[in-house]
């Protein structure tokens, strides 16, 4: 089956402790993001990747790392989370062109992350 | 930067009736693609329908359709003999065409009532 997957679906953690959550796809997708949601501000991007070793910031960066070293994954590194990170986090994939499929994101389950 | 607006937070609509979502968009391209995203209480993101600028004709998907007006900036979504089912918070995206972000707007919540 054709999906994203990103683990852990929830966790509860202090300030200050470095974490990971992590995105794996199944799709051979080039195109990988990562998104935040909080109520009221829809989905912001932190940060994307348009292939292996290529990355990028997107709206909200700040206090996140990603690393792309291989096509199928894209973890996302809180180094130090503070409470302002807590929200429901999203990755998502696709690829870009034209034809059946091409541009539509699809979206891992969501990862609950609450930062004490 | 391309900014997306969704001027309705929440609406209701009865069993069997037909309701229409908002949403505008600001950009300078003339290229781009425009979706619509449904978020169930599951949380799951789920493409609803999506419309590339460059066709002038509305995306249609079962009871779900567009009404995409290029010269306005405007990309509503219309259901159709609406469902318990439909009752999700729903989300405009905008993609230009020739760039890698996807902006997405604030989210309509949507409550199908009996």
């Known amino acids: 089956e054709a999906q994203v997957t990103q683990n852990p679906r929830y966790l509860i953690t202090v300030t200050g402790k470095k974490l990971t959550v992590t995105c794996s796809q199944n799709?051979?997708?080039?195109?990988m993001s990562w998104y935040r949601q909080d109520p009221g501000l829809g989905l912001r991007q932190i940060y994307y990747?348009?292939?292996?070793?290529v990355t990028d910031k997107g709206d909200v960066p700040e206090g996140y790392k990603v690393s792309r070293k291989e096509k199928r994954n894209f973890p996302l590194i809180l180094e130090s989370p503070s409470p302002n990170q807590t929200s429901l986090y999203f990755c998502?994939?696709?690829?870009w062109g034209r034809g059946s499929g091409a541009n539509v994101l699809t979206f891992g389950a969501g990862s609950r992350l609450t930062v004490l | 930067a391309q900014t997306v607006t969704q001027s309705q937070p929440e609406m209701s609509v009865q069993e069997a009736e037909t309701v229409t979502l908002s949403c505008t968009y600001d950009t300078s391209e003339n290229n781009y693609y425009l979706f619509w995203y449904k978020q169930p209480p599951s949380r799951q993101m789920i493409l609803v329908i999506r419309?590339?600028?460059?066709?002038?004709q509305n995306a249609t998907e079962n009871r779900f359709s567009v009404n995409f007006q290029k010269a306005a900036k405007s990309f509503s979504l219309k259901i159709s003999d609406s469902q318990l089912g439909d009752t999700a918070m729903y989300f405009c995206?905008?993609?230009?065409?020739?760039?890698?972000?996807?902006?997405f707007g604030t989210g309509t919540r949507l409550q199908v009532t009996l």
């Open positions: 419309q590339e600028a460059y066709k002038q």
């Open positions: 990747s348009m292939n292996v070793e």
């Open positions: 995206a905008f993609r230009p065409g020739t760039a890698s972000k996807l902006t």
């Open positions: 799709m051979n997708h080039e195109y």
């Open positions: 998502a994939s696709s690829f």
